[in-house]
């Protein structure tokens, strides 16, 4: 299974700037670290934004859940990376309504 509205898929500049890569967030700092070491930057979050919706619209669906934020779908395994490593990740993504998937987090699947 694919995610819904895959061509629509939402990252926001903030979910990586100020999470996914800084080093200094309390929840983020081990992603950030992760990230940078594959080659990201914060000055070009927009190279990972792509590759993170990227990995969206190609990989698998692996679980799907309601929640209060609503409709959760995790999709798990390849992202390309600056560094051209390609490691597997895990992304979850929001629908809220007939919203477009929102990016949630990420995250290395080990």
Known sequence: MKLPQADSLIVE????TEYLLD??????GAKAKFFLNRGFKPGDWQIMAEALRHHGRTQPVTETSATRFGRKFTVECQIETPDGRDPCILTA???EGDKP?????AHPNF
């Open 13 to 16: 500049e903030k979910k990586l």
């Open 101 to 105: 998937p929102r990016l949630v987090t």
């Open 93 to 95: 993504w929001i629908v």
């Open 23 to 28: 080093l200094a967030h309390e929840q983020g």
